[in-house]
């Protein structure tokens, strides 16, 4: 079955909608909750020249007073473990983290699995192609849906020798990175003509490893279109109809943010009276664009 939207949509984006849903319709949709964030500590995973998470360990015991207390400071780069890159990381002048809008983080996950090519190629690059494959099946990608793509490489995490094709660190590693990406064709085909408002995937970047001008990060930042990367557990969404609400550190100024994703897989599928659906749909589409 194919949804075509959640009310919770409509509560998230009600501003844009032509129809206010009565108070009763005004519901969080049931379901099974999956964490697709990795956690951050000493074994994340980060880029060759990233620096990695620290954790300084400030209280752990039972104060004078007799009540325990427990603190710690933390230290870590953007990008680097599950994390979110906002448009300004490769297109001056536009969105950092905090100026991203929140219903633009929240929407239908259409999971695309590329993990037979992505097995047999290591530096595979997610085409137009594959795409249209996937909408053959399941039906056109919706407009202000956000695009998961599934290679498969979570299973690797945290071993960068498997997960980014080496585990050494600097510069001159960043020449022996190895992993699949978006090809830059398929970008501009999803913010043009899909307009999708967000776009994920399981693997360090949303360019293949080898790249070295970053065309995929260039089209979709200088269209607004935010990235989510080194997300966890995409096998158990299925191709359509759950949910994702992918949040961010709220960084003034930042170019990208730890993130904490999650999916929301429903028990059962709820639609949507068409005219509300079709409401919602319009305004979102003419919002993002």
Same mark, same amino acid.
């Given at each position: 079955m194919k949804v075509r939207g959640w009310v919770v949509l409509l509560t998230v984006a009600g501003s844009a909608c032509t129809r206010v849903? %009565?108070?009763?319709d005004q519901r969080w949709p049931t379901g099974t909750l999956v964490d697709l964030s990795h956690e951050y500590s000493a074994e994340t995973v980060f880029w060759p020249t990233a $620096?990695? /998470? &620290?954790?300084?360990?400030v209280a752990d015991g039972v104060t004078p007073l007799g009540y325990y207390y427990a603190a710690n400071n933390f230290a870590t780069s953007e990008h680097g473990g599950t994390h979110i890159d906002a448009p300004v990381h490769f297109a001056?002048?536009? *969105?950092s983290v905090e100026q991203i809008p929140l219903d633009q983080l929240v929407g239908e996950a259409m999971v695309v699995d590329v993990t037979g090519a992505s097995a047999s190629q290591p530096d595979y690059r997610v085409t137009i192609d594959d795409f249209t494959a996937w909408e053959r099946t399941n039906g056109e990608l919706p407009a202000a849906s956000i695009v998961l793509i599934r290679t498969g490489y979570? &299973?690797?995490? =945290?071993d960068a020798a498997r997960y980014l094709g080496t585990a050494e *660190?600097?510069? #001159? #590693?960043? %020449?022996? !990175?190895?992993? =699949?990406?978006?090809? =830059?064709? %398929?970008a501009k085909w999803l913010a043009e003509t899909r307009r999708v408002k967000a776009v994920g995937l399981d693997t #360090?970047?949303?360019?293949?490893?080898?790249?070295?001008?970053?065309?995929?990060?260039?089209? !979709?930042? $200088?269209?607004?279109? =935010? #990235? /989510?990367e080194n997300l966890a557990s995409l096998d158990r969404l299925p191709p359509r109809g759950a949910f994702i609400v992918a949040l961010p550190m709220k960084i003034k100024g930042g170019t990208g943010a730890p993130l904490r994703a999650m999916a929301i897989v429903p028990n059962r599928q709820v639609r949507l009276k068409p005219d509300t659906t079709d409401a919602w749909r319009d305004a979102r589409s003419r919002k993002w664009r």
């Amino acid at each position: 079955m194919k949804v075509r939207g959640w009310v919770v949509l409509l509560t998230v984006a009600g501003s844009a909608c032509t129809r206010v849903p %009565a108070p009763g319709d005004q519901r969080w949709p049931t379901g099974t909750l999956v964490d697709l964030s990795h956690e951050y500590s000493a074994e994340t995973v980060f880029w060759p020249t990233a $620096e990695t /998470f &620290r954790l300084e360990k400030v209280a752990d015991g039972v104060t004078p007073l007799g009540y325990y207390y427990a603190a710690n400071n933390f230290a870590t780069s953007e990008h680097g473990g599950t994390h979110i890159d906002a448009p300004v990381h490769f297109a001056k002048g536009h *969105r950092s983290v905090e100026q991203i809008p929140l219903d633009q983080l929240v929407g239908e996950a259409m999971v695309v699995d590329v993990t037979g090519a992505s097995a047999s190629q290591p530096d595979y690059r997610v085409t137009i192609d594959d795409f249209t494959a996937w909408e053959r099946t399941n039906g056109e990608l919706p407009a202000a849906s956000i695009v998961l793509i599934r290679t498969g490489y979570s &299973r690797f995490w =945290p071993d960068a020798a498997r997960y980014l094709g080496t585990a050494e *660190r600097g510069e #001159a #590693a960043v %020449a022996k !990175l190895h992993f =699949p990406g978006l090809h =830059p064709d %398929a970008a501009k085909w999803l913010a043009e003509t899909r307009r999708v408002k967000a776009v994920g995937l399981d693997t #360090a970047s949303i360019d293949y490893g080898q790249s070295t001008m970053y065309e995929t990060h260039r089209i !979709l930042y $200088e269209r607004d279109v =935010p #990235a /989510f990367e080194n997300l966890a557990s995409l096998d158990r969404l299925p191709p359509r109809g759950a949910f994702i609400v992918a949040l961010p550190m709220k960084i003034k100024g930042g170019t990208g943010a730890p993130l904490r994703a999650m999916a929301i897989v429903p028990n059962r599928q709820v639609r949507l009276k068409p005219d509300t659906t079709d409401a919602w749909r319009d305004a979102r589409s003419r919002k993002w664009r």
